[in-house]
């Protein structure tokens, strides 16, 4: 394991790559920095983070390397993982230019809204971090890995995946956006083969995820699937 003054160098560095990245799929496009739906939407990704991290370093920080590895395993999870980063920073680069040509008009009161659906799909992620130590970025078993079953567990078997499609869902709308609805709609179904894949491969490598997969029904959506 890392010591934790790397782990906190990395992560701040991570975090301020993260930062001026996204600041520049969203501002170079929309021409402005009067870009105010741009500059909530940083503010629901950016601004609790460093609370975040201070946290999960001290509680946990195997959690912490574990998000910070991003290289996968298997070759089936590689080409999804790249499909899906092509697809959803590409159409993160189209809400500031819907908002550069004003080609949405969504209502302010569905923007607000939105804001805070993004928000909770956002705090429903970090449930899951505070709940599972071994919600790493890639898909794998490790040592000591054991199923959870407790906290958002009990209602989907990915919860995070759950917070995530929540976020894509609403992402568009909250950047004051329809014309990018579609391309972040495209990203589900990556999510879902993802999962799937994942699935198969804990039911084959991690002990008695089978079992809970019998216990809990729903995968991704409450009651529906």
Same mark, same amino acid.
């Given at each position: 394991m890392a010591t934790p003054?790397?782990?906190?160098?990395? &992560? $701040? *560095?991570?975090?301020?790559?993260? $930062?001026?990245?996204?600041?520049? *799929? &969203? /501002?170079?496009?929309?021409?402005? /920095?009067?870009?105010?739906?741009g500059w909530v939407f940083m503010a629901i990704l950016f601004v609790p983070m460093p609370v975040t991290s201070v946290y999960f370093l001290k509680r946990d920080p195997q959690l912490v390397e574990r998000r910070l590895r991003t290289q996968e395993k298997s070759s089936e999870q590689k080409t999804i993982v790249r499909w899906a980063q092509v697809v959803f920073f590409g159409s993160l680069l189209l809400p500031g230019l819907d908002y550069r040509f004003g080609w949405s008009r969504v209502p302010l009161w569905l923007t607000i809204l939105?804001? &805070? &659906?993004?928000?909770? %799909?956002?705090?429903? =992620?970090?449930?899951?971090?505070?709940?599972?130590?071994?919600?790493?970025? =890639?898909?794998? $078993?490790?040592? %000591?890995?054991? $199923?959870?079953s407790t906290g958002p567990y009990c209602l989907v078997r990915h919860p995070m995946y759950f917070g995530a499609v929540l976020m894509l869902l609403f992402t568009p709308l909250a950047l004051g956006s329809w014309r990018a609805e579609p391309g972040f709609l495209l990203v589900i179904p990556l999510i879902v083969l993802r999962l799937l894949h994942e699935e198969k491969m804990l039911c084959h490598d991690l002990p008695g995820y089978s079992d809970y997969c019998l216990r809990t029904r729903s995968r991704l959506l409450p009651l529906l699937w």
């Open positions: 003054r790397s782990l906190k160098t990395r &992560l $701040v *560095l991570r975090s301020l790559i993260a $930062v001026i990245f996204v600041a520049a *799929l &969203l /501002f170079i496009p929309a021409g402005s /920095f009067r870009y105010w739906q939105s804001q &805070l &659906l993004v928000f909770a %799909g956002y705090l429903i =992620t970090l449930w899951v971090m505070k709940e599972n130590s071994f919600a790493s970025r =890639t898909v794998q $078993v490790e040592e %000591g890995h054991k $199923v959870i």
